[in-house]
């Protein structure tokens, strides 16, 4: 069961996407100091995910809220995370 205190961030990526990788290591430096969850989703395999997201990947999100795309931005990921507490 999933910690209500601990947020769950979704990013929105693709398999052949190089700032999608990026993005995904940058995360993953970031979730010990952090705590927060992480789902990756393909947007390759839905195709309403696919025409919603084009080539505008990688995109992190918070529920509808949108953190970050196509680079990870650590400032305003770390803030929105400490604020969420």
């Known amino acids: 069961m999933a910690d209500p205190q601990r947020p769950a961030l979704t990013l929105y ?4 996407c190089h700032l ?3 993005m995904l290591a940058g995360l993953r430096a970031m979730q010990p100091d952090l705590a927060f969850d992480l789902a990756v989703v ?3 395999s839905q195709p309403a ?3 919603a997201y084009g080539e505008r990947v990688p995109v992190l999100t918070h529920g509808d809220r949108e953190l970050c795309h196509y680079r990870l931005d650590p400032t305003t990921v770390t803030e929105y995370l400490r604020n969420f507490r």
Do not use: G
């Open 49 to 51: 995910l696919e025409a």
């Open 42 to 44: 393909d947007v390759d």
């Open 20 to 22: 999608c990788d990026d």
């Open 13 to 16: 990526s693709r398999n052949w």
